[in-house]
């Protein structure tokens, strides 16, 4: 098996302004407050954790007024030294936008926008296998989008179409490993998105329900080691004997808003060209 050839380079926000300040996924309530400072720690922790797996991480500052902008993966699309920035669903963080453009317009990257008659939410709902790109819609993104995604970045793209608002981006069903193998939530996927990661994937690892909604597939793979935010003994087991060594790393503050390890990074060095 080959590792990923990418995840190895991160982008992360600091949860200086994190708070649960509307409801736009099931997952948040007004009524039930993160933590400031065990957000904080939390955060911090998966820093050290990714750090710790090989990884390097580059900080984004946080913004007053934006709370989201902690969940880095929803800023966009990297494709080499192109970044293509998300089409917001919700008012509540299109203002987002214009901050992670600036960011990645002086770190060198080149800016290519969606048109703004689609939603698309970046790698919260787009993550690339092998030779293709799978892209969830429904929830947060259109299906319309993939397209205009597609002649972009240049990358085929695989339509999946998520079924459980819980589980309201692709990152939350949809974890690749390494070549051949990724975590699955057939919970969050429709019929015909299952059948497209059958095609796709020769050896998916299904998570059952209760696995699914921990978040197990929020998780962020560096190389052979992987930091999750739960990681039940019989699911740790199953990717020990497949060669992963695994960290958990409880990101609960951070689930009051539906995020979890993988929604608070961006990988900045996929290339969909050569993303196996």
Known sequence: MSELAWGR?????????FDVAYEINPWMSVEVQADPERAAAQWENLVSCLRQAGAAVEVMDPVEGLPDLVFTANAGIVN???FVPSRFRHPERQGETPH???????HGFRV???????????????????????SGY????????HAHLS???????????????????????FCPLDDRRALVAPLGLDRYGRKVVEATVPEPLL???????????????VGTNMVMPACP??????????GFEVAVCPVDEFQKAGGGCRCLTLALDVSLAVAA
């Not at 380079?9 to 302004?17: E, G, S, V």
């Not at 926008?113 to 790109?133: K, Q, R, Y």
């Not at 003994?233 to 497949?242: N, Q």
């Open 207 to 221: 998570l059952d329900d209760d696995q699914a909604l921990s978040f197990c597939a929020n998780s962020v793979v």
């Open 138 to 145: 429904r929830f947060r993104s259109d299906a319309a989008s």
């Open 9 to 17: 380079r991160f982008l992360m926000c600091p949860p200086d302004h």
């Open 80 to 82: 080499g030294s192109q």
């Open 151 to 173: 002649r972009l970045t240049g990358a085929a793209v695989r339509s999946l179409e998520l079924s459980d608002p819980r589980l309201y981006h692709l990152d939350l069903v």
């Open 112 to 134: 290519e926008e969606l048109p703004n008659s689609v939603t698309h939410e970046g790698a919260g709902d787009a993550l690339p296998f092998g030779s293709v790109l799978l």
């Open 100 to 106: 992670d453009v600036r960011w990645f317009s002086c």
């Open 233 to 242: 003994p019989a699911l740790g087991r199953r990717l020990e004997k497949l």
